[in-house]
Structure formats: C-alpha cells, structure tokens
C-alpha cells in the first residue's frame, strides 16, 4: 500500500500536469484565435522579398490571395491561380498550386514579380497577422507582406 507522502507527491504531480495541460491548451487557444482570420477577406500584395530586398508591388498590378476552407486562390498579378493550404498554429504550407498561362507584359516587371509571388506562396511556412497586415515567412525570412 501507498504511504501518506507518496499519495501526497503523486496528486501534486498530477496537479502540475493538470496546469501544465490548461496553460498549453490556453496559449494554442490563442493562436488559433489570432491566426483564425486568414480566411477573412482579399489580401492584397503590398511588398515581396526579392534578392533579399523588400521591393513595392508593381504599379498598376494587383496581386491577391484568398484562403478558404482549404482552399487558396487570387491573382498574381495578371493571371489567376488556385491551390491548397493548411495551418496549424503559425505554420502554413500551401501547395498544388495552379495558375493560368497567360503572357504578360503590361504593366513592366509584372510577369516576374508574378513568378517570385507565386514562389514565395508556395514556399510559406509561417504566417503572421499584424492588424490587417499578413506577412508570410520561410525559414524565418519575410517573403511578402500583404493588406486587406
């Protein structure tokens, strides 16, 4: 039979468990309460990491992504594309992505900042929302910041 100490040190460990458990389950709760309004609205491409500079979008071009349900979808800024995302937390991947084949040249640059868009989606591991601001990262580097 168990003595009075041991009974005592197994319901304390039980009780740190216990608020270990509540705190883990209190601070996911909050993440996912920040980060469940990715799906809330267009987002628009402001900025996109290029050979490490943050470069403006392309005036006259207007990147976009939508995330819904699993689904991601929008424009690069001349074509459309669709694929699939999933989050957990912070983290996000986003893959399967497709995109129509229309050439563009008008507005200049809007062909490869569509590219290097489109790569930089599919490359996302982590998401941040700041206010209205999305910024997403890989390996801890920005790739792009975006507004709704």
Known sequence: ????????????????????????????????????????????????????VETAAVEGTQATIEFDDGRVAGSGGCNSYQG??????PTIVVDSIIATLKFCEDPAGVSDQEFTFLDHLGSADEFEIEDDRLILSADGNRLMLLTR
Do not use: H, Q
């Open 1 to 52: 039979m168990l003595n009075e100490r041991a009974v005592n040190i197994i319901l304390g460990a039980v009780a740190v468990i216990g608020f270990v458990m509540v705190m883990v389950f209190a601070v996911n709760a909050g993440n996912d309460a920040s980060f469940g309004d990715l799906d809330r609205g267009t987002w628009k491409l402001e900025t996109l990491v290029i050979d490490d």
């Open 84 to 89: 699939d995302y999933e989050t957990d937390g």
